[in-house]
């Protein structure tokens, strides 16, 4: 009897001991199981992160060659000597490798005012695999003018495109047109200087190369006008007249420092300028009546009627400073330039009989980079991302 009790403790610590040893591989498998999983999920989660990763440094190339296509895209606008329509060039510009390149596309100009174009550069990274990386980037470009070491008046008369002469004429100093140069074969031409152009010229030598313009710097002399120095002032528009863009001057008047008018101009008295300017951002008449006495010092002063728009000369103009115009100048009365220069996109000057034309270079100008000139370049005004 105890033999069989005995027999029956064995088996029962035999089956108990192998329950245990069930037990405990069941816990190793799972334990097993677990870390397994854990290491499926650590492995899932450093992929993730990696793609991430490399998604998010892809994005950022993107990112770069988008404004690497806008600096390119202002360097092409201002100074590429690829670039045979300059500031006017509008169309895609693309660039960059197979698989990090950029496109930007080059607006055209929005007249304003101000003038606008707007560029809109695509970057693209390829990382040969599902997802390609895109960032888009919008700026816009305001034409200014920026300063030129070297850039002087240093013609006598300079038209950017061309000039023609006709009558009695009487030039000291270089005269140069960037397109063509007219001489009618009636009147006396007398040129002490040289006569080039770009283009045919009836005087002188042609197909030279262009030379570089001088531009106004517009706001710059808004500024000084509206900051009144030097006795200088801003003319606005009459709001109270619809459509008023005219300044009118019937009176006799004394003139110092920068005089802004924000529209046309009609002088139809004596003006006296001294280290004066007259800046129209709009058209200059001077009327049968109208006289106009330049008293500026070069060195300090040269500038003394400048308009954006034509300069037409009916009455006088007499005495020491620079004109210009970015339009016509025309000459139906008297100038006479004592020491100055006049510079015009386009030129028609008349001399002879009741209309004379004598213009004297001031040498001083050959070494004077004049304040508020330069070169049109666009310049960069906002920057945006778009989504």
Known sequence: MKKKNNKIKYHKFKNLFS????????????????????????????????????????????????DGGIEKAIWYLNSSEDNPDGLNFYGHLPGGTATEFYDVDISEIDPGPPEIKTLTSTGTIEGGGKYNQNRVVEVKLKKGITPVPGLTYDKAIFTDDDMQFNGGISISGNIHSNGDLYVSSTGVFNLDGEATATGTNDYGDGDVPPEEFPHIDW???????????????????????????????????????????????????????????????????????????????????????????????????????????????????VVDINEGAIYADTGVFNGG?????????????????VPGTGIPIWQKISWREVY
């Open 19 to 66: 329950n245990q040893k069930g037990v405990a591989l069941l816990s190793v498998l799972i334990f097993i199981f677990l870390m397994l999983t854990f290491v499926i999920a650590l492995m899932a989660m450093t992929g993730n992160d990696i793609k991430l990763s490399s998604m998010q440094r892809d994005s950022t190339k993107a990112l770069y060659q988008a």
């Open 353 to 369: 009989g009741g209309v004379a034309f004598n213009v004297a270079y001031a040498t001083d100008l050959i070494s004077i980079t």
């Open 219 to 333: 706001p710059y002399f808004q500024d000084l006008a509206q900051r009144e120095v030097d006795g200088g002032f801003y003319y606005d528009a009459d709001p109270a007249i619809p459509g008023d863009t005219t300044v009118i001057f019937n009176d006799p008047k004394y003139l110092t420092g920068i005089h802004y008018i924000d529209g046309n101009v009609i002088i139809k008295t004596d003006l006296i300028l001294e280290n004066a300017t007259i800046v129209a951002n709009g058209t200059i008449q001077i009327l049968g009546n109208g006289s106009i006495t330049l008293v500026n010092d070069l060195i300090v002063h040269p500038l003394s009627l400048i308009a954006k728009g034509n300069i037409t000369n009916g009455g006088s103009i007499h005495g020491e400073g620079i004109i210009q115009t970015e339009g016509s100048f025309t000459n139906n009365g």
